[in-house]
């Protein structure tokens, strides 16, 4: 993976147009808690442009991927 980017949390929610300081992360993410069934691109917080987003990188898999699954692993506490 020579060259490709890493990204951070703080980098994704400046991508996705949010707050991206760390307390207003830890914030979104304990208001947004989804539950073991639901699916993080289709939760309710995000705007169409932020859901597009999401699944296009995390299908595409690329270095966005690692930030998005561990988004998605934080907002689902019973995983």
């Known amino acids: 993976m020579l060259g490709e980017p890493s990204y951070t949390m703080n980098d994704l ?14 914030a979104f993410i304990e208001e947004n808690k989804l539950s073991k069934d639901e699916k993080l691109v289709e939760a309710d917080v995000w ?10 990188e995390w299908k595409k898999d690329a270095a966005w991927a690692i930030v998005i699954d561990e988004l ?8």
């Open 47 to 56: 705007s169409e442009k932020q859901c597009m987003f999401l699944q296009e």
């Open 72 to 79: 998605n692993v934080r907002m689902h506490p019973t995983a």
């Open 13 to 26: 929610f400046a991508q996705l147009g949010l707050d991206s300081s760390d307390e207003a992360i830890d």
